[in-house]
């Protein structure tokens, strides 16, 4: 437990001294979201009935943008193979930088959301249920994200490889995000989506640092 | 785990594979003539579909193809990462373009049927979502196995990704109990005994077999190729380093 609180600190402390680099996540975010009143017109109803579903998207490829870094420099510059080699198993290894990079891509993203939920017109019935959905779906964004980031590494075309594994199954999470804000919005219910949403994060919590892990592995050999 | 390893040699596998080969094409030209016989004249027309529902012979095997396609991936996936036998990779990369094809035939079929029948070519029905995304993972397998200059890890990464795709296809299955979705439920494989007429499932099942053999023999003639193709590099890498 000490060594994982250490491992997500360590991440934590490069990730701010690089500075700009865990913001720029946010402002692609920002910048993904405010390109759609341009493109589809800026007439209230249109945007807000549009609203949760751009948000998701643009949360998800801007989740997708950061994933490639969450191994690839520790692969780099070979420290990734140290973790490899302490006592510390792999899969915690794996959680821990997944707890990192949700904290500075997923968390950002929720901070960002509701101000961009009023600039898409969204109803404000649905603003709880968005930050509510996003802290449970961007969790299990970043945990399906590191299979994919560990199976690449090493490869050519990193980067568009990544989004060509990961976003198909990112979709289940889109789905009933998505249809969780619409709900709320609606009038409908809205908590079984939510609840849908949970059991995805606690599933990919349990199975998605095996496979992670084992990318990592083959990749280290 | 002994008869598992029999086949480890690919020189005893290549025998047998030329062995199955021409059999698997016997099958499929025979059973491809006498299904596409039935279903074209022996089979009545659909009352309420009229002649258009023929295009279910192709659609249905096709579709079963391309999950069990990504069932043999992901188990052959699997034997490969916990028993390292060399042919499991082999054919779990013989198997995806395959599978890939029969995916793309199911939703190019279907979209042909839905346009007269559902008035549209495509819904986004959870049947027809979560094939389409079978469709992106085995594109995605592919180009992960093309992405590495190192076969050996482009064979593990695909085997790991194979593995996490696998949960589309329990997806697909029930999908349409799951949802109350525009493409009707299972009607072939149900408890209580098929729903379809013996006079549509024959052509049905004959067309199975049909592409199932077509897939193990394009399988064989996959596999003998890889199997070949390394082995030539191997004598070249000989040439050069002894020579």
Not at chain 1, 20 to 47: K, N, Q, W, Y
Not at chain 1, 76 to 105: C, F, M, N, Q, R
Not at chain 1, 123 to 143: E, N, Q, R
Not at chain 2, 46 to 56: H, P, T, V
């Amino acid at each position: 437990m000490k060594q994982f609180v250490f491992l997500v600190r360590r991440d934590l402390n490069l990730a701010f001294r690089q500075g700009m680099d865990s913001l720029l996540v946010v402002v692609f975010f920002i910048i993904a979201v405010v390109l759609f009143p341009f493109g589809v017109g800026p007439e209230p109803g249109t945007l807000a009935r549009i609203a949760a579903g751009v948000i998701w998207v643009a949360a998800l490829l801007s989740t997708m943008l950061s994933l490639e870094r969450l191994f690839q420099i520790d692969y780099d510059d070979g420290s990734l193979e140290l973790l490899a080699l302490s006592s510390l198993p792999l899969e915690v290894t794996v959680l821990a930088k997944v707890t990192a990079h949700w904290i500075t891509s997923g968390l950002p993203l929720i901070v960002a959301a509701p101000v961009l939920a009023v600039l898409m017109q969204m109803d404000s019935d649905g603003f709880m249920v968005l930050i509510v959905a996003l802290l449970l779906g961007t969790p299990s964004l970043s945990l399906i994200g590191a299979i994919g980031a560990a199976l690449i590494l090493g490869s050519r075309r990193g980067g568009v490889l990544l989004s060509l594994l990961v976003l198909p199954l990112y979709i289940p999470v889109l789905i009933f995000g998505v249809s969780a804000v619409d709900g709320a919005i609606g009038g409908y219910e809205f908590k079984a989506q939510l609840l849908i949403l949970g059991g995805f994060f606690i599933g990919t919590l349990a199975l998605a640092p095996w496979a992670g892990a084992g990318g990592l592995r083959q990749a280290l050999e | 785990m002994a008869d598992l390893h029999r086949f480890a040699n690919p020189t005893r596998f290549l025998k047998l594979a030329g062995i199955i080969q021409p059999w698997a094409l016997a099958v499929f030209l025979l059973s491809i003539t006498v299904g596409l016989y039935m279903a074209f004249f022996t089979a009545p027309a659909d009352y309420q579909q009229g002649e258009s529902a023929r295009i279910m012979y192709v659609h249905v095997p096709a579709a079963w193809m391309a999950m069990f396609c990504y069932t043999v991936m992901a188990v052959a996936s699997a034997v490969s990462l916990i028993w390292k036998h060399p042919l499991a990779d082999v054919s779990a990369r013989a198997t995806a373009p395959i599978g890939a094809a029969f995916t793309f035939l199911s939703l190019a079929t279907g979209s042909l049927w839905g346009k007269p029948m559902w008035g549209t070519w495509w819904v986004w029905d959870a049947r027809l979502t979560s094939v389409l995304v079978l469709l992106f993972l085995y594109i995605g397998y592919m180009a992960l196995q093309g992405a590495f200059d190192d076969r050996v890890r482009a064979a593990k990464a695909s085997a790991i990704l194979a593995l996490v795709g696998f949960v589309n296809v329990p997806i697909i299955k029930f999908s349409v109990d799951w949802w109350n979705t525009l493409h009707q439920p299972a009607s072939v494989i149900k408890m209580g005994g098929s729903s379809i007429h013996p006079s549509m499932l024959w052509p049905l099942l004959i067309m199975a077999i049909a592409f199932k053999a077509y897939y193990v023999w394009v399988l064989m003639v996959r596999m003998r190729q890889e199997l070949v193709a390394n082995k030539v590099r191997i004598l070249r890498l000989k040439q050069v380093h002894g020579g």
